[in-house]
Each structure stands twice: as structure tokens, then as C-alpha cells.
């Protein structure tokens, strides 16, 4: 398949680096101030290269990368909220060219699903997101496989960056500012957190879930929503007196989207230390299936990313 | 409730059923009581099958006891020693238990009154509490409660304490339900 990738963040980038190896070729990329294209596929090295040294991809404009000849658009954008712009338009426009869509970024998903689907409906292109949902855990495809309808409830850690916050207090009984400054330094969180540690980020994935689940058009503002800024080291320690944790469940069941700290038992499946994710599903037939990994990262959000690539392929 | 370091611990009166199997002998019943308020139990209600004989030729008896959890284990022995054959003990009428971990100016925003609030919803009880307060009581702390109810008053429970908490603009962090395994 030939790729056209907009925006070179970590995603991006490793889904440009990555891309050959599993027999696609990017023919565009572009991050907000330029693009880079080659009809005969792009040599990833050179642009990393150049997006290194001097912040930018390439000479060309970067509307350049959505009119390019490709099979699939890989929409790597930073997730925004509202009216998901400008992820949103770069979708409509490949779909209105009969081009097939795969989504890292959430904010379409979890925003505007009701206007994703229908213009995928009037498009011979196809929209999928796999890599929006606990990065390189293939919780959507295994929903799929499933099937939504025999899906009763779907519960996880989906925020690498609260998980380390908070294993990390249990751990070493240690408050959460210093905790949160550690997190910085190791690069795990950001330098203003505030989208993973009041549980926002954890919520989009959620959302994302239960439009998937119940292909409805659910949106942030449906979700029950609290975060874990500023939790006392006091209340891990009196949930360890207990043999219990607190992690940052996200939790999808009964047409409900929730999002809060929550007591687990301490060695529990859920009780995932470290920036790891989990995704629990409780399924009609089949149990209860969980399925952990690493939820966040360059590498392993672009597997997820090509992994659909793959899938559009064998259709 | 007694102080243990920074710790506030109450140790609450639970419900208990015990079934014991008497003689069908005149004052068996009454001797068969007395250990009860001899060791502090409150005493609910009796359910004596008069017609009725266990395989071993007994009477069964059934008595709701009120006690803390320490003294239930006292009358349980009192009761043994003295001869009652105890069928089944320590099983309580409530068959539900949650535990939820509350954070923020707990002391400051009255925590027995926060504790109270939850009892009058009607459908559970606290049946203990752990507080930690850390950096002193004027500063945020975090309480653990257990409440016990009888099915189903575990739900309304959590209302009552997630209410109370938007009021006084204290955290909840709640148990998964069904995310035990």
C-alpha cells in the first residue's frame, strides 16, 4: 500500500521508519508547516534527517502530503477536542477521494464519530483506528473478532503516564508531586500533564470504546470523568493495608463511559505497574479476556498504525 | 473508637445469625441466652421451631445477635462452654461488602458526620474505619471504610457516599465491581 502520513511526531515518524518492513511505502509526509512527497516512495532516513536538524520534512507545502497519490492516509495529528481540527478535514479529504483512513489521532473518534461514519458511508474508503486504543494492544480488532454485540463490558488501564504516577506512589510511598516531577524527567509524562492525569486521555479511549461497542455517537462530554491530580500518598497506603492499589480504571458497560481512580486488589490483572495498559473485556460467550501491553510509544503505536495498513491490504 | 498513632480505628456492631441445637429440656432456652448479654451482644430476635427435631432428636433454634466482631467470637465461646451445641456461627446477614478509600479534608468537613450520613441511607453499615492523616488533620487525609449490607445496599451505600463527597468536595475512589478476577 502506498502511505500518505500527516504529522511527524513520534507516530509519525516511526510509521515512516517502520512502514518497509512491512512491505508498505510512504509516497508523503507532512507535519503543520511542510511536506515531503516522492510518487516513487520516500527514503525515511533523509527526512527524519531533516525533521531533526531543522523542524521540517520538506520543501513542499503541506497540503501537498493529503493531495498526494496514496492508497491510505495515516492521520498522525495531535488529538484535539471539539471539533477534532484539523484531523477532522484531513479525513473528510481523503475519504472524499475514495482513499482509506487509518486514525492514531482520537479526537475524530471520540468527538465527531456520527460524522466519521457517515462520510466513510458516501466514501469507497475505509476509516480505521486500532492504534487509538492502548497504542500497540490490539483491544479494537479483538472487539471486532469478538464481535461488539457479544461484548457485555470493557474495563482497562488505557494511560501509561497516571499508571507509572500511580505505581509509582504505591511502590515507593512516595507523594504525588515528586512522583510527577520524576515522571517528567524520564520523559513518561509531559510538561504539562494535565491531559493523562485528569483522566482526559483515559476518557477519548474510552469514548472511542463505546462508540465501537455500541455504534453510537458518544463524545468526552458523555463521560463520567475524574483524574488522579494530587491524590494522597495516604490513600494507597490504607488500600495496601487492605491488599489493594489504586489505578486509573477507565470503564465501559451498561451504555455508561467512566473514568476514575479505583481500588483493585493489589496483585490483581488489572494492578498493571509502569507505564503498561490493559484491556479487560467481558465477553458473552468467551469469558473474561485480557489483553496488556505497552500503550504508548513511537514503535509500538505505529505497529498498531500498520497493522490496519495490513488489514485494508488483505481486503 | 481508640487512637492507634495517626490511625483512627471504630470497630462496628455487625449482625449475626447463629443456629444453636438445644436439649428439649425446661430453662434451656434461657440458659442458652444468658451468654449472650453476659458478653455484650444485643440480642434481635429468636426463632425457636418448637415442632421441629434435628436428625439428632435437638430443637433448632436460630438467635440474631448484635456484637462487634470481637466480642461475637467471645459469646460464640461463652456459648460452647457452656454446652450449647453451636450449629453454624459467624455468618452475617449481610451479604454484601464494599470498601472505599475517601480523600481530602476529611476532618475538617466532619468525618462522623460523613460516616453518619452514610448509616442513615438505611441500607448499609460502616462497619470499620481507618483514617491517615499523615500531615495532621488540617491537612488533606485519606480514610478507608468497609460497609457492609444486605444485598443489593451496597449500591445505594456508594450514592450516599458519592453524594456526601460532592457536597464537601471530597475524592471517592471506589471498587471495580467485576474486575475482581
New interface residues.
Partial sequence: MKLAIVGAGVVGASTLELAGKYGHEVVAIADSGSAAVDPDGLDPAPVLARKNDEGTVGEAAPDAALDADYDVLVEATPTTLGDAEPGFSHVRHALERDRHVVLANKGPVAERYGDLRALERDSAGEVLFEATVGGAIPALSTIRDVGADHVT?V?GVLNGTANFVLSRMAAEGLDYEHVLAEAQDLGVAEADPSFDVQGTDAALKCVILANVLYDDEYTLADADV?GIE??????L???A??G?T?RL?G?V?DGEVRV??????EH???AVTGTRNIV?L?TEHAG?LNVSGRGAGGPETASAVLADVGRLSRR | MYERGDRVVSEAVHAYTVRLELVDEPGELLRTLEPIAENGGNLLSIFHERGNLTPRGHIPVEVDVEATPERFDDIVAALRDAGVNVVRAGEERYSEEVTVVLTGHLVDTDLSDTLQRVQQCGQASVADVSLSAPKGTGDVSSARLRLVAEQGGAEAALGAIREVATEKDLRVIEPLPGGEA
Fill in positions: 463490558a474495563r475524574s494530587d491524590l494522597p500518598g495516604s490513600a497506603e490504607l488500600a493495608e487492605d489493594r489504586v480504571i470503564e458497560a476514575g481512580p479505583r481500588l483493585v486488589p490483581g490483572t488489572l479487560q467481558d473474561r
